[in-house]
């Protein structure tokens, strides 16, 4: 999986040196739980496999033992980070969704409820929900 750019930063100076290490030398070149071949059709989807490296136990970017890392095919990786990147993408939601746009005031100030109301949200009942908190109005 490609290393998203705000963690860049969270990994050790010699990540490039571990994984090659852990693909190719540990590994052989193989997914360490299927045994797919790296760069050779894979026996399941027969897409083309490139093998990644994978936290196993503690999916922090610093947590970079050779215990918590392996080789793993597409399917693998996917397989396995699917219920965090899921928790993941949860959190970047809500956290997304906590962060409304509201009116600093003034003369074209509507005590914020333009704000609310040309906020995008995925619940439309959500911003009913909101307006009447904030403006007793629905």
Request: glycine letters at 4%; aromatic letters at 8%.
């Amino acid at each position: 999986m490609p290393i998203r750019p705000e963690n860049k930063s969270r990994y050790p100076k010699d990540w490039k040196l571990r994984s090659r290490f852990i693909r190719f030398y540990r590994a052989k070149n193989r997914c360490e739980w299927c045994g797919a071949e790296n760069y050779h059709p894979h026996p399941i989807t027969n897409s083309k496999v490139v093998l990644t490296v994978a936290h196993i136990y503690d999916h922090r970017p610093e947590a970079c033992s050779f215990l918590n890392l392996a080789a793993l095919c597409q399917r693998c990786h996917n397989r396995h980070d699917s219920a965090e990147r899921r928790k993941q993408r949860r959190m970047r939601l809500n956290k997304d969704q906590l962060q409304l746009p509201f009116s600093t005031g003034g003369a074209s100030s509507n005590n914020g409820t333009e704000a609310i109301t040309n906020a995008k949200f995925k619940n439309p009942l959500c911003t009913s929900a909101i307006m009447v908190a904030f403006t007793g109005k629905g």
